[in-house]
Structures are given as C-alpha cells and as structure tokens.
C-alpha cells in the first residue's frame, strides 16, 4: 500500500495550486490518496486575508487525479505547528506511515515514486526515521546517489509510526537534554543556529514543529535519507511565510527524475556532513543583506 499524502494549506493560494500542479503530475497521483488540512483564519484576519484562505479553499471544489481527496478545513486557526502535528499524529495512526507536504513545495515527477520506494525499503530500520524529498543545492557529484544524516527536512518528508512515537512536543523537555557537546554537533559545528531556534521555541518565540522533530530525532540518533539531488523545490523563501524571508540560496535550477540507487550503509555520511557545514557557513554571508531587509521590515511595517 503507498504511503497517504498530507497537505497543510492556508493562506497562499498561488503557491498551492503550484503544488497541486506538481503533485497531480506525479506517476503515482493516481494511486495516492491525499489528505488536505486547511487551518482556519486568525483571529482579526484583514479582508485580504480572509479572501486568500478562500481563494485556497476553492483550488478543491475541482476533481483532481489522485485516488482519493480528503479536504478537512479548520474552522478556526491553530497555526502551522499545531496544524501539522495534529494532523501527522491523526493519519499516522491509521495508515501507518505518511508523506507530509507543505503549501509551498514544488515537486519531481517521480518523488512520490521516490518515497514510496525508500519508505518500504527502510521500514524495519529502527534507526532510519525519516526520508527526505529535498536536499540543498549542493554538488551532487560528491556524494553517493543516497546517504544518512543525523538531521531532519520539512521540505517534503515521510515517516512511519513507530518514528513519529519518538515526536517531543515540549520544547523545554528537549533544550534539558544538551550540553555543550550536543549543542555543537546539533548546529553542525555552530554553523546555523539550531539550538537558539529551539530556545526561542521554549520561550514562545516561535512555533516550529520541525526544530522539536529535528532535537527529538537527535536524541534518538535517528537519521534521515537524503537524495544527492533534489526531488523537491521550495518556493516559500518569497516572504510569504510564517518562518521564511525572501532568499534564493535553497533554490534549484532542476529536479531529479531518476530513481537513485539506495544505500544500504545506516550510519551517518561524514562527508555529507561536512558539506552541508560548508554550506551553512557559505549562506549565512549570502542571506544577510536579505535577513537585514527582513528585520527592517518586520520593526517599520
């Protein structure tokens, strides 16, 4: 059986009709039974948005070619985190085992392809608790077709059940566990701020889901496959978001069509590693004057 589809839409419809067009053009959509929860209007919602949850509301009152659509709206607003964590938990625990899209993803063709076949081969891993449809813009030619790492994606991810058992929802719980040496290793050498985003989690800053998933993997030693080219764009670094500001460093030219090669090595890619280390180094310097701009408009709006 494949693996059910789960999509969180809100407000942005111009970006789902954009995963829709993608999801539906998959060689498994007609296989795949897809479940839409869409979160409800905030409390004094301006009148655009309330016109854009709408308008993402209408995208499915049309037929699209997949098994089956489940379209289960909200009626009031639990934020994204609440949103995917309910909504993970609630089909999880009847089918098993999940492939979790957001609004903003743009997908290969053959991705679901990809997660199906990497989910059934993976199942009975203990330590694999996650695929990953997205890896970052980074030279392919460097890495195995598939590899392990001791991290997590939210840009178009599976799981199974027995994974999701291990999710912390208490941010708090979770910054108890590290020390110095879990706090380096967990921000990749303190080259991006994993750690400080879980603390502005715990001190309700923020509201992610996927940092509580990523520290509760850690603490798991779990690991999730990646592919050395991406079967998953994100076109939500565009200022849409509730986490994002515009940026084009996570951005791909293409896709990945191929099904690749799965490794049968279940230990971390140390070579993986330090290239996603690089990498975080090199954004930082790149996103700067965007974060700058971000900030600025965050404080004078």
Request: some cysteine.
């Given at each position: 059986?494949?693996?059910?589809?789960?999509?969180?839409?809100?407000?942005?419809?111009?970006?789902?009709?954009?995963?829709?067009?993608?999801?539906?053009?998959?060689?498994?959509?007609?296989?795949?039974?897809?479940?839409?929860?869409?979160?409800?209007?905030?409390?004094?919602?301006?009148?655009?948005?309330?016109?854009?949850?709408?308008?993402?509301?209408?995208?499915?009152?049309?037929?699209?070619?997949?098994?089956?659509?489940?379209?289960?709206?909200?009626?009031?607003?639990?934020?994204?985190?609440?949103?995917?964590?309910?909504?993970?938990?609630?089909?999880?625990?009847?089918?098993?085992?999940?492939?979790?899209?957001?609004?903003?993803?743009?997908?290969?063709?053959?991705?679901?392809?990809?997660?199906?076949?990497?989910?059934?081969?993976y199942e009975n891993e203990e330590q694999v608790m996650?695929?990953?449809?997205?890896?970052?813009?980074?030279?392919?030619?460097?890495?195995?077709?598939?590899?392990?790492?001791?991290?997590?994606?939210?840009?178009?991810?599976?799981?199974?059940?027995?994974?999701?058992?291990?999710?912390?929802?208490?941010?708090?719980?979770?910054?108890?566990?590290?020390?110095?040496?879990?706090?380096?290793?967990?921000?990749?050498?303190?080259?991006?701020?994993?750690?400080?985003?879980?603390?502005?989690?715990?001190?309700?800053?923020?509201?992610?889901?996927?940092?509580?998933?990523?520290?509760?993997?850690?603490?798991?030693?779990?690991?999730?496959?990646?592919?050395?080219?991406?079967?998953?764009?994100?076109?939500?670094?565009?200022?849409?978001?509730v986490h994002s500001f515009a940026t084009?460093?996570?951005?791909?030219?293409?896709?990945?069509?191929?099904?690749?090669?799965?490794?049968?090595?279940?230990?971390?890619?140390?070579?993986?590693?330090?290239?996603?280390?690089?990498?975080?180094?090199?954004?930082?310097?790149?996103?700067?004057?965007?974060?700058?701009?971000?900030?600025?408009?965050?404080?004078?709006?």
């Amino acid at each position: 059986m494949l693996a059910p589809v789960v999509l969180f839409v809100y407000n942005r419809p111009v970006h789902t009709a954009r995963l829709l067009a993608s999801l539906e053009q998959n060689t498994l959509a007609k296989e795949t039974d897809v479940i839409v929860y869409a979160d409800g209007c905030k409390v004094n919602a301006s009148d655009v948005d309330i016109q854009s949850v709408q308008e993402v509301r209408a995208l499915f009152n049309k037929n699209y070619g997949f098994m089956s659509l489940t379209f289960i709206v909200q009626e009031y607003n639990l934020g994204l985190a609440q949103s995917v964590i309910s909504g993970v938990t609630s089909v999880i625990e009847k089918y098993g085992k999940i492939i979790v899209l957001e609004d903003d993803l743009v997908l290969s063709a053959t991705f679901l392809e990809y997660m199906n076949a990497a989910l059934e081969k993976y199942e009975n891993e203990e330590q694999v608790m996650q695929i990953s449809g997205y890896w970052f813009p980074i030279q392919a030619n460097l890495l195995p077709d598939t590899f392990f790492l001791r991290h997590c994606s939210s840009w178009g991810w599976a799981t199974w059940a027995a994974s999701w058992k291990s999710f912390e929802s208490s941010a708090q719980v979770l910054l108890s566990k590290f020390d110095d040496t879990a706090v380096k290793t967990f921000d990749y050498g303190h080259s991006f701020n994993y750690h400080r985003m879980l603390r502005k989690c715990a001190n309700g800053q923020n509201d992610s889901w996927a940092i509580r998933w990523y520290a509760s993997m850690f603490f798991k030693n779990g690991l999730t496959l990646f592919p050395n080219t991406s079967f998953v764009n994100n076109t939500g670094n565009d200022n849409s978001g509730v986490h994002s500001f515009a940026t084009s460093v996570y951005k791909h030219s293409t896709l990945q069509k191929q099904i690749p090669n799965f490794t049968n090595k279940i230990s971390e890619n140390q070579i993986a590693r330090k290239l996603l280390k690089n990498y975080y180094l090199k954004i930082k310097i790149k996103m700067l004057p965007s974060y700058l701009i971000y900030l600025f408009m965050k404080i004078f709006k």
